[in-house]
């Protein structure tokens, strides 16, 4: 029958895409005292020196335990696998390392563990993102320079003395450099990853209270407490489950359903519900983030002198206070000075610093723009990614502060970008021709990761090209006092200076924000917002 | 008949040539995805370079398609920026959004098919009316919204299942995405086979049928639905396409890691192999689907005959 030869033929093809069905399946073991918590898909493979962002931050710091750790309540660096690190002259520093810290294979963490990760995180042929933060390590250029190939395998500025001491060298003097040493950049490394790159990648290897149980690429990893860590912090819980969500939405769904136990951004949208939801179950406190609205500097429209009146007025014309509580219901608070309360005050923050300037009064921005030569142009346009973080929602609010407040109709206009990707291309070839959105998420909780970066004269994420000389010298001092308060005090005389320049508009701190289930206790997040996972308790 | 196959999918090459180059054209216009790499800092200049070497992204377009077309015919579709090989993440992908699909598509067919004959049989009916009335609902219902409250209520609510899909995304866990994915392509389907069979049932060699006192089962079924199911086979045909590529908003509320999530991600991070790997097989897709829906032509009506 001729149809029935037909039919034969659609029925293969039909079988052909069923068979591809067949694959996948299997259960899930649910151990007892295990954590459930949401994830994102990190960007960069899972490796100390090319993690930059939280999600993959969250493994590091169940994975590892570097030379120093930040306390998650006050910020401040207390030793972990150092024993001490000792300085005469801020320049050149001795490390001794504590005895009993090993890896979860068995390899003892000695001097050259630190050594061999640092010379390999700042080469240039490993392409790392984070190799930078070796640079003021001597040698950094002969191992990563700016173009062309390395010219050594190690940096001069690291010698392993013994299995428990090395000594590094910084270019320039650098008092707090001890200080940063809580980045996960600086975490050691086991042989195993220098041996054998991709295994240890699909299944990495640390130091810390947790070893990796399986990790499936882009949707879920299995961390369990290692029973051997020695470590102060051992793990209170059995284990973290991460699971991959695209949506927040949907972790928070989750969470409610009794899926999830912890989810560590609350979505926008359910902030309304939160209260009513989980109740005293929700945490929302300041991290280590500010947003700011910057200018280009580098375009004479905005950065002649006598401008910096045009850009203060321009700040105080936003109405901070109302749209941290319209638009993010208080998971911003108005910003007042170029930190982060994160910081406390013992670490540089200082409410108010910024003064008058970042004050809510219309009637004085429009006078201050006025006596500046008014906007150029007559417009001002916002610049920014839109796709995430209700970005076209607050610059929206931020338009409309400023053309009330000028009340000359809409001179502010939003230009929203569609990918941060592109975002990031205009920003840093220097193509800005208006104010745009910067979020500085610190590395460290020290004000020198605030500033110098920011605004001091070739910094490294100085994307409006700010140069001040005054500035660039505060900093320079305050890098070389031995003193931390008079180092602190310098910075803040360097922060006076943004207030007078204005070459960037503090608009709010970012808080972190986390909900958690009837199941765990003693959640809390640490100041770059990342749930503390080994103090959680699963009842 | 096999040649007929033979020379449709021979046809397919130049339409995957073209297709990839447009969709590798249109990524390379979303602009440099390094800087993106480096969050809120700026991109170090020197690993910047390195990573646009690495990446061929430091060539021409031409250079890069071709060199990207080299490595396709090699099996190789490139690295995500994780440092996961394409082709894995579309054999995890891929499975998944084709279960989703396959539960969609059956749902479809059964609820819309039925619905569609009992409407087309007793027009101008109550059932005739109700069933028009739901459909018109359903159409005007958005994804998400249907999504977001069936998965609220039967999730949440009722705690009847589990809200989201767990990372092997079993059959019985993608019964509750495959309604919310189904339901817009169900409410056409019923449209269409109610105008089918109601058109149809007029038909002259119907009432021969009927006629020749054929039971009224068999005339249903054999003469009536299979002359019907033509306009309905060529709409779920093109829907297995569109299921397959644009389950993104469904995907995305149940945490479905499926073909939608992928592009997604790929478009925001200006993934380039993700993106044109993975829709160069949805391209694949569409050609197939089509080829099964002339195929399936001949198979319902002997009329239509390849050489």
Same mark, same amino acid.
């Given at each position: 029958?001729?149809?029935?030869?037909?039919?034969?033929?659609?029925?293969?093809?039909?079988?052909?895409?069923?068979?591809?069905?067949?694959?996948?399946?299997?259960?899930? !073991?649910?151990?007892?005292?295990?954590? $459930?918590?949401?994830?994102?898909?990190?960007?960069?493979?899972?490796?100390?020196?090319?993690?930059?962002?939280?999600?993959?931050?969250?493994?590091?710091?169940?994975?590892?335990?570097?030379?120093?750790?930040?306390?998650?309540?006050?910020?401040?660096?207390?030793?972990?696998?150092?024993?001490?690190?000792?300085?005469?002259?801020?320049?050149?520093? =001795?490390?001794?390392?504590?005895?009993?810290?090993?890896?979860?294979?068995?390899?003892?963490?000695?001097?050259?563990?630190?050594?061999?990760?640092?010379?390999?995180?700042?080469?240039?042929?490993?392409?790392?993102?984070?190799?930078?933060?070796?640079?003021?390590?001597?040698?950094?250029?002969?191992?990563?320079?700016?173009?062309?190939?390395?010219?050594?395998?190690?940096?001069?500025?690291?010698?392993?003395?013994?299995?428990?001491?090395?000594?590094?060298?910084?270019?320039?003097?650098?008092?707090?450099?001890?200080?940063?040493?809580?980045?996960?950049?600086?975490?050691?490394?086991?042989?195993?990853?220098?041996?054998?790159?991709?295994?240890?990648?699909?299944?990495?290897?640390?130091?810390?209270?947790?070893?990796?149980?399986?990790?499936?690429?882009?949707?879920?990893?299995?961390?369990?407490?290692?029973?051997?860590?020695?470590?102060?912090?051992?793990?209170?819980?059995?284990?973290?489950?991460?699971?991959?969500?695209?949506?927040?939405?949907?972790?928070?769904?989750?969470?409610?359903?009794?899926?999830?136990?912890?989810?560590?951004?609350?979505?926008?949208?359910? /902030?309304?519900?939160?209260?009513?939801?989980?109740?005293?179950?929700?945490?929302?406190?300041?991290?280590?983030?500010?947003?700011?609205?910057?200018? *280009?500097?580098? !375009? *004479?429209?905005?950065?002649?002198?006598?401008?910096?009146?045009?850009?203060?007025?321009?700040?105080?014309?936003?109405?901070?206070?109302?749209?941290?509580?319209?638009?993010?219901?208080?998971?911003? =608070?108005?910003?007042?000075?170029?930190?982060?309360?994160?910081?406390?005050?013992?670490?540089?923050?200082?409410?108010?610093?910024?003064?008058?300037?970042?004050?809510?009064?219309?009637?004085?921005?429009?006078?201050?723009?006025?006596?500046?030569?008014?906007? *150029?142009?007559?417009?001002?346009?916002?610049?920014?990614?839109? !796709?995430?973080?209700?970005?076209?929602?607050?610059?929206?609010?931020?338009?409309?502060?400023?053309?009330?407040?000028?009340?000359?109709?809409?001179?502010?206009?939003?230009?929203?970008?569609?990918?941060?990707?592109?975002?990031?291309?205009?920003?840093?070839?220097?193509?800005?021709?208006?104010?745009?959105?910067?979020?500085?998420?610190?590395?460290? *909780?020290?004000?020198?990761?605030?500033?110098?970066?920011?605004?001091?004269?070739?910094?490294?994420?100085?994307?409006?090209?700010?140069?001040?000389?005054?500035?660039?010298?505060?900093?320079?001092?305050?890098?070389?006092?031995?003193?931390?308060?008079?180092?602190?005090?310098?910075?803040?005389?360097?922060?006076?200076?943004?207030?007078?320049?204005?070459?960037?508009?503090?608009?709010?701190?970012?808080?972190?924000?986390?909900?958690?289930?009837?199941?765990?206790?003693?959640?809390?997040?640490?100041?770059?917002?990342?749930?503390?996972?080994?103090?959680?308790?699963?009842? | 008949?096999?040649?007929?196959?033979?020379?449709?999918?021979?046809?397919?090459?130049?339409?995957?040539?073209?297709?990839?180059?447009?969709?590798?054209?249109?990524?390379?216009?979303?602009?440099?995805?390094?800087?993106? /790499?480096?969050?809120?800092?700026?991109?170090?200049?020197?690993?910047?370079?390195?990573?646009?070497?690495?990446?061929?992204?430091?060539?021409?377009?031409?250079?890069?398609?071709?060199?990207?077309?080299?490595?396709?015919?090699?099996?190789?579709?490139?690295?995500?920026?994780?440092?996961?090989?394409?082709?894995?993440?579309?054999?995890?992908?891929?499975?998944?959004?084709?279960?989703?699909?396959?539960?969609?598509?059956?749902?479809?067919?059964?609820?819309?098919?039925?619905?569609?004959?009992?409407?087309?049989?007793?027009?101008?009916?109550?059932?005739?009316?109700?069933?028009?009335?739901?459909?018109?609902?359903?159409?005007?219902?958005?994804?998400?919204?249907?999504?977001?409250?069936?998965?609220?209520?039967?999730?949440?609510?009722?705690?009847?299942? $589990?809200?989201?899909?767990?990372?092997?995304?079993?059959?019985?866990?993608?019964?509750?995405?495959?309604?919310?994915?189904?339901?817009?392509?169900?409410?056409?389907?019923?449209?269409? =086979?109610?105008?089918?069979?109601?058109?149809?049932?007029?038909?002259?060699?119907?009432?021969?049928?009927?006629?020749?006192?054929?039971? $009224?089962?068999?005339?249903?079924?054999?003469?009536?639905?299979?002359?019907?199911?033509?306009?309905?086979?060529?709409?779920?045909?093109?829907?297995?396409?569109?299921?397959?590529?644009?389950?993104?908003?469904?995907?995305?509320?149940?945490?479905?890691?499926?073909?939608?999530?992928?592009?997604?991600?790929?478009?925001?991070?200006?993934?380039?192999?993700?993106?044109?790997?993975?829709?160069?097989?949805?391209?694949?897709?569409?050609?197939?689907?089509?080829?099964?829906?002339?195929?399936?032509?001949?198979?319902?009506?002997?009329?239509?005959?390849?050489?």
């Amino acid at each position: 029958m001729r149809g029935a030869t037909h039919a034969k033929w659609a029925v293969c093809a039909v079988s052909v895409a069923l068979a591809a069905t067949a694959c996948g399946g299997g259960g899930s !073991d649910d151990g007892a005292g295990i954590v $459930r918590s949401s994830w994102g898909d990190p960007q960069n493979p899972i490796e100390p020196a090319n993690t930059n962002e939280v999600q993959g931050g969250k493994v590091l710091d169940m994975l590892f335990r570097g030379l120093k750790r930040y306390d998650p309540k006050t910020g401040e660096a207390q030793d972990m696998v150092a024993e001490k690190i000792a300085t005469t002259d801020q320049q050149n520093f =001795t490390v001794t390392l504590k005895d009993g810290w090993t890896f979860s294979n068995g390899e003892k963490v000695t001097a050259k563990s630190f050594v061999d990760a640092w010379n390999y995180g700042a080469h240039i042929d490993s392409k790392q993102n984070n190799s930078p933060f070796f640079a003021n390590i001597e040698g950094y250029e002969d191992v990563h320079p700016e173009s062309g190939n390395a010219k050594a395998k190690t940096m001069s500025g690291l010698v392993v003395k013994d299995a428990k001491t090395f000594t590094v060298k910084l270019n320039e003097k650098f008092s707090s450099w001890p200080e940063t040493l809580g980045y996960q950049a600086f975490s050691p490394l086991p042989e195993s990853f220098f041996k054998d790159h991709e295994a240890w990648l699909e299944k990495p290897v640390g130091n810390g209270p947790y070893t990796v149980d399986s990790y499936t690429k882009g949707a879920s990893m299995k961390l369990r407490a290692w029973d051997a860590y020695k470590g102060p912090d051992k793990a209170k819980n059995g284990g973290v489950d991460l699971v991959v969500y695209t949506d927040n939405n949907t972790a928070y769904t989750d969470l409610l359903a009794g899926n999830l136990d912890l989810v560590d951004d609350v979505p926008a949208k359910q /902030l309304k519900n939160v209260k009513a939801d989980l109740a005293d179950r929700y945490i929302n406190q300041p991290a280590l983030i500010i947003q700011t609205v910057v200018f *280009p500097m580098y !375009d *004479p429209r905005w950065g002649k002198p006598g401008m910096e009146k045009v850009r203060t007025g321009l700040s105080k014309a936003i109405n901070r206070d109302e749209i941290t509580k319209q638009i993010f219901e208080e998971t911003r =608070t108005p910003a007042t000075d170029w930190t982060s309360p994160a910081l406390h005050e013992k670490g540089g923050y200082k409410a108010g610093l910024c003064g008058d300037a970042c004050e809510y009064d219309p009637e004085q921005a429009k006078k201050l723009i006025e006596e500046g030569g008014g906007l *150029p142009g007559g417009k001002v346009q916002l610049t920014s990614n839109v !796709d995430t973080g209700s970005h076209r929602e607050w610059m929206d609010a931020v338009c409309n502060s400023i053309n009330n407040a000028l009340g000359k109709g809409s001179v502010c206009t939003v230009n929203p970008v569609g990918t941060f990707a592109d975002f990031k291309n205009q920003q840093s070839n220097f193509k800005m021709t208006g104010p745009f959105r910067s979020g500085w998420q610190a590395d460290y *909780p020290l004000i020198q990761n605030f500033l110098q970066p920011l605004y001091a004269t070739g910094g490294s994420s100085n994307y409006g090209k700010f140069e001040n000389k005054d500035f660039d010298r505060l900093v320079r001092e305050a890098n070389q006092e031995s003193d931390q308060a008079a180092a602190v005090a310098k910075f803040q005389d360097a922060e006076k200076i943004l207030a007078d320049q204005m070459p960037a508009i503090p608009l709010w701190y970012q808080n972190g924000s986390a909900g958690y289930s009837e199941l765990v206790s003693g959640v809390q997040l640490n100041q770059f917002s990342v749930p503390v996972y080994d103090q959680i308790k699963v009842d | 008949m096999g040649r007929y196959v033979i020379r449709r999918l021979i046809q397919m090459a130049p339409v995957f040539i073209g297709s990839t180059f447009l969709i590798f054209m249109m990524v390379f216009a979303l602009g440099d995805p390094v800087a993106a /790499l480096f969050g809120d800092k700026a991109p170090d200049p020197a690993t910047a370079a390195r990573i646009r070497e690495e990446l061929y992204l430091d060539q021409p377009l031409w250079k890069q398609y071709l060199h990207y077309m080299g490595q396709i015919f090699q099996g190789d579709f490139g690295t995500a920026f994780n440092g996961q090989p394409v082709t894995e993440l579309m054999a995890a992908a891929y499975p998944v959004t084709l279960r989703l699909t396959m539960v969609a598509i059956f749902i479809e067919l059964v609820v819309g098919i039925t619905l569609g004959v009992l409407s087309g049989l007793k027009r101008g009916h109550f059932i005739d009316s109700s069933v028009l009335v739901l459909t018109l609902v359903v159409i005007s219902i958005p994804t998400f919204v249907s999504g977001y409250v069936l998965q609220y209520l039967f999730g949440v609510k009722w705690d009847v299942i $589990r809200p989201t899909v767990s990372v092997d995304a079993p059959l019985n866990e993608l019964i509750l995405p495959g309604i919310v994915l189904a339901l817009v392509s169900l409410a056409y389907v019923t449209r269409l =086979t109610r105008t089918s069979i109601a058109e149809n049932v007029r038909a002259d060699y119907l009432r021969t049928a009927v006629a020749k006192g054929l039971p $009224r089962r068999r005339i249903i079924t054999r003469h009536l639905l299979r002359n019907s199911l033509i306009p309905v086979v060529t709409f779920i045909g093109t829907d297995i396409g569109s299921l397959m590529g644009g389950a993104i908003v469904t995907e995305t509320i149940f945490n479905i890691h499926g073909v939608g999530y992928q592009i997604y991600q790929g478009i925001l991070r200006n993934n380039a192999p993700t993106v044109v790997g993975f829709v160069t097989i949805l391209v694949i897709v569409f050609l197939i689907a089509n080829l099964l829906v002339d195929l399936l032509y001949a198979v319902l009506d002997p009329r239509i005959r390849y050489a």
